[in-house]
């Protein structure tokens, strides 16, 4: 009985073992299967060539995927893992039947080239640990089933194109999650508090999305976390003091942001701190001295905020310390001489604040600095002699600064020096001889009191690229100063006392595309050499003691835009072959705004004979000045046609009358169509306004921009005066709301566009000018619509530069209705006066018109609240639910921008760029039910 029933055990035993190796091998087949089917969707998959199946009358049983390329199995045979990053794989995930592998530990796609959705039946790997499909093309909506995958521990999902929000349930199931990498995608929506559960989480990377809302407290319950990567998103709010908590943190990166506040004073208690990024924020209050406890950070980067007060002392603990960035603040004081401490660091920028005092003498300790920049501040004194044991200097910027006195001698050691910018000081005495090294390639040091030559020793900087000495009282003969330089693009020596010929050898400068001599004491002719430099777009010899003919080399100079031979003695005709100027249409590269002239100078000389027509061919040109010669025939026709296409400026052509001139359509016999402002004339035939005139053509010239109005040229003479410009066929914002058929066909989507389109001017003007432009006369009669209607902004006759370190104290001009309520007590023009016309601008746009004494309602103690959907322009049906939002945002921000406090208005490159993006979504009352003052409250 024991003998037949140890018999039947063993059957079962074998049976059960038979059974379960057929398991086994059905699911090994199915899995191979699974993946040949894969395998043969993919567009590209030629390194997949171990993968196949043998031929049909093979037993199934054999089958395995176990040896195949990026497979591995567990001990029974069943697939675990699927690696195959950078494989070079063209396809979608469709295909792959996730279903087929229940005991997949590890799927690795990264680098490939996946395209289409995440398949919502990847929720069916219910053992899967770890999941990589970074770095591919993935798109569509983050997939709810997502959050069943309740065993992963590491999630990358980062450089694909994905979009929609983190929903709470990731992160109520994720708890065993130890790595989330979502960046570089499109996911917008919040960061939802209940991250704050992932206990376990060490590395969350939600960097280079849309993700908005503020950071949540929550994120301080992640005690394990070594990396908080939130940076290139739209959080606002401040920074939860709860970050502190992350003791463990070596990396938290929050650059690119909205974020304000200040820095919470509990950062100081992250130890183990590496790595701090906070720039490109709207961070405010001071420097906290407690991060001078991290004294593990190599690297700490807080520039482009509003920091205010001055530099910690306590920063000087930071002997760990490689980069530090403090540029674009508001911190005033001294540099403390703590800062001699960080004997590691190797960049050092506090450019661009209201710093003050000498520079101290400890910096000399830095010895292993390869940039310094201090530009842009209020230092005083002259630099320390200590400068000389910085012999690991790159670049040393300096420049626009108060610092005077001589150079010491001692910088002369920096042989290392690629990069010296010392320009906009009150430095005087003699340069030292730089270049000892051979490696500077820009060197700068215009607006000082330099004296004695250029050291000879620039002679041997075959590296150079940018010189710039102009505006010193340097002296020395031009022909020996300078030697061969292959790679030079940018000289500027003008406005010194420099003497001597030109030397015939600058034609060797093939890369030259700035020369500028003007303002010396140079004698002799043109070398025709010259001619040589093709790629020259800036030639200025004005104001010497030339002689002889305008060479006719010159007219090889097909880049050439601005030319300034005048107040010269030159002699002889205007060549025909300076016509050949007219191949400055085509294309005028990124130049400074100070250099930015299309302009012919041939004024103050003795030129003679017949005005060539080939100037008439120059249509672009902004500037043509030949007077003061013994030149005969007539202007150029392009300005000749103006006048016969109007009849003389006859009021058939009138389409509009401004302040200081009248407006008028010309068809020109090219076919192009122009606008042409006329100033008044006054009795005598005196100019109205000359001064308007000319701040036009001036700001007009040095701006180019797609939403301001194009200057193609003007005309000043003595009895005829007059700017020509694009014509813009709808004509002016005011007189299309004025006329209920033109404001029908502005709808609400249109209106928006066209408040984006005078934001995006005004943002140009006052963040990528230098100096800014501030406009000072903003109104709907200076936003004119083409006929697309697109914005442009127009009428630059009282618009300032505002100059740093000046005063920039105006009278009061501008259009009622449209200034700003500061300027009848401060006379201060700033660039806060612009915003505050773009914000009365929006709101007349929104309603249709001029919004009056609303402002004052809004904007008094005792204000008076009003119905939002009343206020709009009642001429339009309400807004369509899909454009609401972007109505609301839109009114929201330009309530924001005509706030009393200039301080309190948000920058005009906040403005344009939260409109361009449509502002962070937010809910509030129903559409009917907002009033402007909720509006004018919310944070935008």
């Known amino acids: 009985m024991a003998m037949k029933t140890s018999f039947s055990h063993s059957l079962l035993l074998v049976l059960a073992v038979f059974l379960s190796s057929s398991a086994v091998a059905t699911s090994t087949f199915g899995e191979a299967d699974a993946l040949m089917k894969w395998k043969d969707s993919l567009l590209q998959s030629q390194s997949l060539h171990s993968w196949f199946l043998p031929s049909t009358n093979a037993s199934t049983m054999t089958i395995s995927p176990c040896k195949w390329i990026g497979i591995s199995c567990n001990s029974l045979g069943s697939v675990t893992e699927i690696s195959l990053p950078n494989a070079g794989l063209l396809g979608k995930l469709d295909n792959l039947s996730f279903p087929s592998f229940p005991n997949l530990l590890h799927l690795n796609l990264s680098g490939n080239a996946i395209t289409g959705n995440i398949p919502a039946h990847i929720s069916s790997l219910s053992k899967l640990s770890s999941l990589d499909l970074s770095m591919n093309s993935l798109s569509g909506i983050l997939p709810l089933s997502l959050s069943n995958l309740t065993n992963i521990s590491e999630i990358d999902i980062s450089s694909n194109e994905m979009i929609g929000e983190l929903v709470p349930s990731f992160f109520t199931n994720w708890t065993k999650l130890i790595s989330l990498q979502f960046q570089n995608n499109q996911l917008t929506g919040k960061i939802p ?141 001294p540099i403390p001489p703590t800062s001699g401490n960080l004997r590691n660091l190797k960049f050092l920028y506090l450019d661009s604040n209201q710093i003050s005092g000498s520079i101290p003498p ?12 201090l530009y842009n501040n209020l230092l005083k ?9 910085l012999t690991s200097l790159v670049i040393l910027s300096l420049g626009y600064n108060q610092l005077s006195g001589s150079l010491p001698q001692e910088m002369t050691n920096m042989t290392n020096l690629s990069a010296l910018y010392l320009g906009g000081n009150n430095f005087s005495g003699y340069l030292p001889q730089l270049c000892q090294g051979g490696s500077l390639k820009a060197f700068t040091a215009f607006d000082n009191h330099f004296i004695g030559e250029i050291p000879k020793s620039i002679g041997n900087c075959t590296r150079l690229t940018r010189v710039r000495l102009e505006g010193n009282q340097l002296t020395g003969n031009v022909s020996e100063a300078f030697g061969v330089y292959p790679h030079l693009t940018f000289i500027d020596v003008s406005n010194n006392r420099l003497f001597g010929e030109l030397s015939p050898n600058w034609g060797e400068w093939q890369n030259l595309t700035m020369l500028q001599f003007s303002g010396n004491m140079i004698t002799g002719t043109i070398p025709p050499e010259i001619g040589q430099l093709t790629q020259l777009g800036v030639l200025g010899l004005s104001s010497n003691y030339l002689v002889g003919e305008i060479p006719k080399e010159l007219g090889r100079l097909t880049s050439l835009f601005n030319l300034s031979l005048n107040d010269n003695q030159l002699s002889g005709p205007v060549p025909q072959e300076i016509g050949k100027l007219s191949n400055l249409e085509h294309s005028i590269p990124n130049w400074q705004s100070d250099t930015l002239t299309v302009a012919l100078d041939l004024s103050h000389n003795s030129l003679n004979g017949e005005i060539s027509p080939q100037l008439g061919k120059l249509q672009m040109l902004e500037m043509l000045n030949l007077s003061h010669n013994m030149l005969s025939g007539s202007i150029p026709k392009s300005f000749e046609d103006i006048v016969e296409v109007t009849e003389s400026f006859d009021d058939i052509y009138c389409i509009g009358i401004g302040g200081y001139g009248k407006v008028y359509k010309a068809n020109l016999q090219t076919g192009q169509v122009v606008a042409v402002k006329k ?35 003007f005309c000043s003479h003595a009895r005829c005066s007059f700017l020509v410009y694009e014509y813009m066929e709808r004509e002016s914002l005011a007189s299309i709301l004025s006329n209920d058929e033109g404001a029908i066909q502005l709808d609400w989507t249109t209106r928006v566009k066209v408040i984006k389109g005078v934001a995006h001017a005004l943002s140009y003007m006052h963040h990528d000018c230098t100096p800014p432009i501030v406009h000072r006369d903003l109104s709907s009669n200076n936003v004119l619509l083409n006929s697309e209607l697109e914005a442009s902004v127009s009428d630059f006759g009282i618009a300032r530069l505002l100059i740093p370190d000046s005063s920039n104290w105006t009278t009061l001009a501008g259009t009622y209705g449209y200034i700003a309520p500061e300027l009848a007590y401060t006379m201060r023009v700033t660039e806060k006066c612009d915003v505050y016309s773009f914000g009365v601008v929006a709101i007349e746009v929104m309603m249709g018109r001029h919004p009056g004494e609303l402002i004052s309602s809004l904007t008094s103690p005792n204000r008076q609240d009003k119905l939002l959907k009343d206020t709009l322009d009642q001429r339009l049906l309400d807004p369509m639910v899909e454009v609401e939002q972007e109505v609301v945002f839109t009114v929201s921000m330009a309530l924001a921008c005509i706030k009393s406090n200039p301080d309190s208005r948000p920058t005009m490159h906040h403005v344009a760029q939260e409109l361009s993006v449509g502002g962070p979504s937010f809910s509030l009352e129903p559409f009917n039910a907002l009033t402007l003052c909720q509006l004018m409250d919310l944070k935008v």
């Open 193 to 333: 508090s209940q991250i704050g559960l992932l206990k376990h989480l060490q590395i969350l990377s939600l960097w280079g999305n849309k993700i908005s809302g503020s950071i949540p407290l929550e994120i301080g319950n992640l005690h394990n976390l070594t990396s908080l990567i939130l940076c290139k998103n739209y959080l606002t709010g401040p920074i939860p003091p709860s970050l502190g908590d992350l003791t463990r943190l070596t990396i938290l990166c929050l650059f690119d942001n909205q974020i304000s506040g200040s820095i919470p004073t509990q950062f100081g208690n992250l130890k183990n701190l590496v790595e701090l990024v906070l720039y490109n924020n709207n961070l405010t209050g001071p420097i906290p001295p407690a991060l001078g406890n991290l004294r593990n950070l190599t690297l700490l980067y807080l520039y482009n905020n509003q920091f205010s007060g001055s530099i910690p002392t306590q920063l000087g603990n930071l002997k760990n310390l490689v980069e530090l960035a403090l540029s674009n603040n508001s911190l005033t004081g």
């Open 362 to 373: 400890e910096v000399g300790n830095l010895i292993k600095l390869n940039e310094l920049s």
């Open 381 to 389: 004194g002259s630099i320390p002699t200590t400068f000389g044991n």
């Open 679 to 713: 100033l008044h004339s006054l009795e005598g035939g005196e100019q109205f306004d000359q001064r308007s005139f000319r701040n036009e053509v001036r700001v007009l010239r040095e701006v180019r921009y797609r939403n301001i109005v194009k200057l193609y040229g």
